[in-house]
């Protein structure tokens, strides 16, 4: 056996046993009986047809056998569905008055969810968990209405394309909407996959909803959003 076809075998055997020895590792400590945890994740969220991002840090402590609280911080980057009736209600009545406006917006959203979160026994190697959770979101839109045709309130005819939001605030033809803070609940579930001692993948789903805003939707907005992220348990 030649020094090349030693070493790949070397290299093969060493990952085959780290593989197997790090879920073991894992048990010693930060395993099934673990304190608490902290994880962070990035994602993909859905919401009325639109998909955005979605960063997540999370902590949670025992409070019992195979039970935790958490609490979690969050942030979407744009729940434009949300502002979409906002913009759809202004461009319509910007046009009766005979203004031919362009509609467009972002609605980050910074949240904090505090809940119970309870690990499903299973095995050695992965621990399942399921989570919910009440907290409140805060919604920070943005618009920017562009001319197209028509005259402006103060008799002017912009170039097409130009920015003209704050010219309608100022002739109080608009009113952009003010941030606000809403209630918001949240449910999922996920699993904590263990790869080094106290180090873990967590792999999950969460579900939410944002109660109405008055100024935004009228109904609740609903997200899914699925999670990828490491978790250390202690």
């Known amino acids: 056996m030649n020094g090349k076809v030693l070493i790949k075998v070397c290299s093969i055997a060493a990952t ?15 395993g099934e009986n673990a304190r608490g945890y902290v994880s962070a994740f990035g994602g993909a969220a859905w919401t009325g047809g639109n998909s955005t991002g979605n960063v997540l840090f999370e902590g949670g402590a025992r409070i019992a056998s195979h039970l935790m609280v958490f ?12 502002l979409q009736p906002t913009l759809d209600a202004t461009t319509t009545d ?16 910074w949240y904090g969810v505090g809940g119970l979160r309870a690990e499903i026994p299973a095995n050695k190697h992965v621990f399942p968990y399921l989570l919910g959770g009440v907290g409140a979101a805060r ?22 394309g ?27 579930g996920g699993a904590q996959i263990p790869l080094v001692p106290h180090w873990a993948v967590d792999l999950g789903y969460r579900y939410s909803q944002i109660a109405a805003d008055s100024t935004l939707s009228a109904t609740p907005l609903k997200t899914n959003v699925m999670t990828f992220g490491f978790g250390y348990r202690f």
């Open 162 to 188: 130009t920015d003209v939001t704050t010219m309608l605030e100022t002739a109080g033809s608009y009113a952009a909407p003010p941030p606000s803070t809403a209630l918001m609940f949240m449910f999922g």
């Open 71 to 82: 609490t979690n911080v969050g942030r979407f980057a744009d729940l434009q569905a949300d």
């Open 16 to 30: 085959f046993v780290a593989l197997v020895a790090a879920p073991v590792f894992a048990q010693e400590s930060g």
């Open 94 to 109: 910007l046009s009766n008055q005979g203004l031919d406006i362009t509609g467009a917006g972002t609605l980050p959203a």
């Open 139 to 160: 919604l920070s839109p943005t618009t920017q209405l562009t001319f197209s045709s028509g005259i402006m309130p103060d008799g002017s005819t912009p170039d097409v």
